[in-house]
């Protein structure tokens, strides 16, 4: 009669019946495979690569219901509404359902109605929860965002430490554990904090090698982007990222008077407006979306030539995932960021001012503080970004510091005079006094506001004259990335930090970066 399959036919046929997809991507197969076959796995795998279906598929070709733990709740309903649409019986237990729709849910699950039950951590907590599970039949455990069980990761979830029991309880049942960020160390904790030991660990490259990375200075950003534009992608379709939903409408319209046909996206357009632009980027070839981060999530365009972006993203994890965007179909491609002094003071602003108490603020000025070094680093780009997604990686080649290495030079004689600068004006206890003052005053310029406060008689005054003012934006930037320097208030006024002090005593050098004096050239080779 039938011949014994292997665990990858059923599993390919629900691929394409269920999810409507041709083939697995990246090590989805193998995964998928073990799963299937009942071993354990520990998955980890960049945003957007695919995690979902290393489990929903298990769950549909295994008998029983394939048990979800997942603490983004607030994305439950959608998931369980995606998973219905495909025809996938699934459903979720969570805190913000009322009594009645979950004794629907329980009724479901032990009625063998359900393929997928997405659960909050907390749930796994509670007696009643467990037993439940005693009561129906279980396919398998995924632990969504696995990271969270790992105590020194950046996102703790001490309910997450229960998940151990369910091996204890469970002994047969097999289990894969997913996440998108995980250091060595913390992929070590987490095998042991969930009793993987024997799970065969599945760890995709966090690497886009056609993805070349480019971060300049930014002086004119549109210009620039122009530029960009029209030497390297004529015609080509590309996103531009932008903070702000006003500046997406005009840099959409500087672009169009430019001869580039670019849309605007923000969540502030109208419902059709949007879905007409997003519609039209997918169909069309060689259009610009001018976009706030609002745009992005499930688009899945293989010919993306470049992302650009003309703010600064506030963390790595934001800049991979958008940056990724680019180039799904393997072609070369361009991921460009301006960066400029500004970004920093208006980031650094952003987070003192944010609502939420100190460890918020504090874990928004970790990811910031990431993606600065990422920017200032004088190593390779890609190298820097693959190491902080725990991977080991050699110089690529194919990013701008590998292509014109920038210099470093000795800027502890600069630091001194910017936060001498800085320390004196914050002595007067004035608000008023932003980066373009300091900047005339160590340039020794007789504005009407260094008259007025006569800060022409400063010890500092006219003693930066070796230096052009691009030059000191470059450092005042440099020094607000490397936390020489902050801001405070509503008025981004510079103040001093703890390690200023250090540098003002002659106890510390600081090293800064050149900017490059041309824009890195490209060798990259044009697809045909
Ligand atoms: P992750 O959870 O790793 O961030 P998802 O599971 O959400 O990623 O998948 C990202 C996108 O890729 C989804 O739109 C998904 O449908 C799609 N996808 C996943 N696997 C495949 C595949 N084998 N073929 C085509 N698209 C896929
Ligand atoms: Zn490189």
Redesign the pocket.
Known sequence: MTLPETATQPALDT?RRVFG?D???GN?RDIIEQVVSGGDALVL?P???????CYQIPALVRPGTGVVVSPLIALMQDQVDALTALGVRAGFLNSTQDFGQRHAVEEAFLAGELDLLYLAPERLKVESTLRLLDRGKISLFAIDEAHCVAQWGHDFRPDYLELSRLHERWPAVPRIALT?TATGATRKEIAHRLNLDDARHFVSSFDRPNIQYRIVAKNRPEQQLLELLTTEHKGDAGIVYCLSRASTERTAQFLSDNGIEALPYHAGLDARTRARNQARFLREDGLVVVATIAFGM?I?KPDVRFVAHLDLPKSVEGYYQETGRAGRDGQPSTAWLAYGLQDVVQQRKMIATSEGDDAHRRRLGTHLDAMLALCETVECRRVQLLNYFGQEASPCGNCDTCLSPPEAWDGTIAAQKVLSAVFRLDRERRQKFGVGHIVDILLGRQTAKIQQFGHDSLTVFGVGTEHAEPVWRGVIRQLLAQGLLTVEGDHGTLVLTDASSEVLARKREVRLRQEPKRAAKTSRPKAP
């Open positions: 691929l997809y083939a697995f991507r989805q795998m945003t957007g690569g695919g995690k979902s279906l998108a499930g899945d």
